[in-house]
């Protein structure tokens, strides 16, 4: 079972920016999708963004808010996956959760909330206007 530990967030103005990481350990990290959440107080847990363990056959996917603004990536060979993050607004505040599903199929991005098999402890962000 792979194990999530995030890193990055913190206090930030608005339209500044940051980059959170997160470092997967214990498991096959090459054969999981990956993804990014944020939940806000009060609110329910919503995919930021997720990209596929295969990027040669995949597309990274992208909530309509973030789009053009946040760039999900990973780095196999260091089993880590980063979200950076852009152009920030107070609306991005949240913590943030990574995630990841074991999947056979390379391209995927489907990383629905029951489905995610390891959750990180979370950052939080929080963006001042």
């Known amino acids: 079972q792979v194990q999530l530990v995030e890193s990055g967030g913190g206090l930030v103005q608005f339209g500044d920016s940051l980059r959170l990481s997160c470092v997967a350990s214990?498991?096959?990290?090459?054969?999981?999708?990956m993804g990014w959440f944020r939940q806000a107080p009060g609110k329910e847990r919503e995919l930021v963004a997720a990209?596929?363990?295969?990027?040669?056959?995949?597309?990274?996917y992208y909530a309509d808010s973030v789009k053009g603004r946040f760039a999900i990536s990973r780095d196999n060979a260091k089993n880590t996956v980063f979200l950076q993050m852009n152009s920030l607004k107070p609306e991005d505040t949240a913590v943030y959760y990574c995630a990841a599903r074991y999947t056979s199929v390379g391209f995927s991005v489907e990383i629905p909330v029951g489905s995610v098999d390891a959750w990180g402890q979370g950052t939080q962000v929080t963006v001042s206007s």
């Open positions: 214990g498991g096959t990290f090459s054969r999981y999708v």
């Open positions: 990209i596929p363990w295969s990027r040669s056959i995949g597309r990274t």
